[in-house]
């Protein structure tokens, strides 16, 4: 084979993968993504986000959502997202999909569907859409990348396949070298006879450290999670789950163990319930 079949074997092979790189990149798939923005409120007034934000993060909004566009809950729980924009009192809703149309649907019942779950869990607050959803990102395959892989490839299998290999000569084998005469052993040398060390006594055993008490948490978080492990079992399973992805919410708003005045506030609303059951198990001990 001479050289000019060797280079156009390469440049064939070479651009058979570059198509073949372009075509793996435009038939990949695309994610679109969905945005939308909602306001909370309390009476009017900006309120905290991370509670409705902790609402949004769990399994009861993506199953409600599931059931309404028909889509497996799991796939809904790992699409959608939720998060806080900091120093307002907004919250963004974000929705991935091969589709761009079903993404902003799905963002905009989950949308629709969070403002129900806000007015049923908490009254005292209120989520309105501000911004509808809409379309954020596109991200496909990088078509230039890969087609360029393609062809890089494709030119190193026709380098391998044209060459030839080059046959070395053989080396002569160097001339075996007489074997000299094995050492004698000598006689191994007597051990000498030793003294058993005597045995020390075996130390006392320590006294085994007395338990420390668990840290007991203060305050009125503190005072919250103590009544929740106790009668916790006396209310509904989703009620205890919103219950303790409030106090998770709550905790980094405390100020000296004590959380400001309107927060305290939605605290008291949201655990009426469970404020109540813990005055009746004081008043009746």
Known sequence: MNRSRIAGTAVAVGVAGAIAGAVVAYSGSTSHRAATTLSVQR??????VPTVVALAQTSVLAENVSQVVHLPTA????????????????LELTYDDPSASQAA????????TLESLV??????????VVDPAHPVSSAGRPVLRDTLIGALLGLLAGAALGG?????PSLPKAPKLPSLPKPRKRAPRPKPISTPAPVAPEPEPEPEPEPKPEPVELGELGELRAALAAYGAEFRPDQVTEWEAFLDALEP????????LSIAQVADEVFAPLRERLHRHEADG
Request: net charge positive; no cysteine.
């Open 75 to 90: 796939t809904v729980a790992r699409r959608l997202h939720a998060r806080a924009l900091p120093g307002t009192a907004l």
């Open 43 to 48: 009476g009017g007034s900006p309120a905290i």
């Open 164 to 168: 030839r290999r080059l046959e070395l």
């Open 105 to 112: 649907q799905v963002a905009q019942q989950a949308a629709s």
């Open 253 to 260: 708003h405390l100020v000296n163990g004590e959380l400001p």
């Open 119 to 128: 007015v049923a869990r908490f009254p005292a607050l209120r989520v309105a």
